[in-house]
T-cell receptor
Framework: NAGVMQNPRHLVRRRGQEARLRCSPM?????VYWYRQLPEEGLKFMVY????????ESGMPKERFSAEFPKEGPSILRIQQVVRGDSAAYFC?????????????FGEGSWLTVV | GQSLEQPSEVTAVEGAIVQINCTYQ??????LSWYQQHDGGAPTFLSY????GLEETGRFSSFLSRSDSYGYLLLQELQMKDSASYFC??????????FGKGTMLLVSP
């Protein structure tokens, strides 16, 4: 039973380019969460999605960032016109239902470096 | 708003017992979770408390006092491999987990 799969594991982008991070949830999970982690910091919530719906994007920057979880295929976190401050680890997690009373399972993360 | 406080670093020796405390302020509370993260790795689930009291899972136990907005993770018989960061996280509603900044545990021989 494969866990949460993220790719790429490492991504280098020049300032102004686009970054696309992909996440396939665990089998049977229909809830996906994206978190960002800066060095020696906690995990900051960005967005929560179910299939074809954004449920909560309160942690997502208003500009340049977007997320989707289509009916078919992985969830995508897209960062347009990247800046150095976007350099971070981006973790995806999934669960069978919402987080109240439930466990979420994390992927290995995607490390974005903006040069 | 929501905030969680936990110590930034704890040190201990192999075989010892260590307690990592977490206090929280949230608008809405369903439960307190604990996650372990080794350097550069995926956060992995350790325990979840929805009700007051102690939950035991092998060498790890977690405690919650809802009236005090306080919980702790207790690690017994420490091993070198327990060196990692430990995060408390609050389930405050339907959609999200809010994480503390983490406690780095250093276990020495």
């Amino acid at each position: 039973n494969a866990g949460v799969m993220q790719n790429p594991r490492h991504l280098v982008r020049r300032r102004g380019q686009e970054a696309r991070l992909r996440c396939s949830p665990m089998k049977g999970h229909s809830h996906v969460y994206w978190y960002r982690q800066l060095p020696e910091e906690g995990l900051k919530f960005m967005v929560y999605l179910q299939k074809e719906n954004i449920i909560d994007e309160s942690g997502m920057p208003k500009e340049r960032f977007s997320a989707e979880f289509p009916k078919e295929g992985p969830s995508i976190l897209r960062i347009q016109q990247v800046v150095r401050g976007d350099s971070a680890a981006y973790f995806c997690a999934s669960s069978t239902t919402g987080t109240s009373g439930n466990t979420i399972y994390f992927g290995e993360g995607s490390w974005l470096t903006v040069v | 708003g929501q905030s969680l406080e936990q110590p930034s670093e704890v040190t201990a020796v192999e075989g010892a017992i260590v307690q990592i405390n977490c206090t929280y302020q949230t608008s809405g509370f369903y439960g307190l979770s604990w996650y372990q993260q080794h350097d550069g790795g995926a956060p992995t689930f350790l325990s979840y408390n929805a009700l007051d009291g102690l939950e035991e899972t092998g060498r790890f136990s977690s405690f919650l006092s809802r009236s005090d907005s306080y919980g702790y993770l207790l690690l017994q018989e420490l091993q070198m491999k327990d060196s990692a960061s430990y995060f408390c996280a609050v389930n405050s509603g339907y959609s999200t987990l809010t994480f503390g900044k983490g406690t780095m545990l250093l276990v020495s021989p």
